[in-house]
């Protein structure tokens, strides 16, 4: 059975610095991983995905994720936060044998604080 | 951007009441899906639908839950006869193609509430 897990339920970082919000994951099978994003009252919004090739992908927003094989990590990271970044992220598993459907990790609430 | 959209926007039921979620997916996808959330828990996948057919399903959904798609626009998803634990946040979700590298988009979600 695939799982994601979200060690944090909540990232806080001042406005400018550094934003990461950790995930990591167990597959049989080669993953496909995503991060989306939801802020209130709104649905999941797709971030960003990696399927192959380079471990480091880039998204929407500025945001960006790197793929560790060897940690089974998927970090979803922001160089620079803004106050607009606080929300909940969910990052979320798909694998080939195991058809469609996406396993969702328990989300972190990230605050950025001005 | 084309999104999916979702209709009621929060829905309020007697339990053992039938109650219908509209989904409207993006115009061009194939493939459809239904997730919940219940308050403080995980998103879990409920059925993914393909060529107007049930592709996949999870433990969660028995024989109380059924999806269709009417017409050629709307995805639907029924529970016949509802219980306090169908409580929960619905989101319909909906991608163009069913290769495992497509993201999935979703709506806004139904809040149902079962009292």
């Known amino acids: 059975a695939q799982s994601v897990a979200q060690p944090e339920d909540q990232v806080?970082?001042?406005?400018?610095?550094?934003?990461?919000?950790?995930?990591?994951?167990?597959?049989?099978?080669?993953?496909?991983?995503?991060?989306?994003?939801?802020?209130?009252?709104?649905?999941?919004?797709f971030l960003l995905k990696y399927i192959t090739g380079d471990n480091l992908v880039k998204g929407s927003y500025g945001f960006e994720a790197e793929f560790n094989k060897s940690q089974t990590s998927f970090h979803l990271k922001k160089p620079s936060a803004l106050v607009s970044d606080s929300a909940l992220y969910f990052c979320a598993v798909r694998v080939k044998a195991a058809g469609n459907k996406l396993t969702f990790g328990g989300g972190t609430r990230v605050l950025v604080k001005p | 951007e084309p999104e999916v959209t979702q209709t009621p926007s929060h829905q309020v039921t007697q339990m053992g009441q039938e109650v219908i979620l509209r989904c409207v997916p993006i115009s061009n996808h194939l493939y459809f899906y239904w997730y919940r959330q219940i308050l403080g828990q995980k998103v879990e996948f409920l059925v993914s639908f393909y060529n107007n057919e049930i592709s996949e399903k999870s433990e969660i959904f028995d024989d109380q839950f059924s999806v269709e798609r009417p017409d050629g626009s709307n995805f639907t998803l029924k529970i016949r006869s509802t219980k306090l634990e169908d409580s929960a946040m619905y989101f319909c979700a909906s991608s163009d193609q069913g290769t495992h590298n497509q993201p999935q988009h979703f709506g806004d979600g139904t809040r149902l509430s079962i009292l």
């Open chain 1, 12 to 45: 806080n970082v001042a406005e400018g610095n550094p934003l990461t919000v950790k995930c990591t994951y167990s597959v049989s099978g080669n993953p496909y991983l995503f991060w989306y994003v939801q802020y209130p009252n709104r649905g999941l919004q």
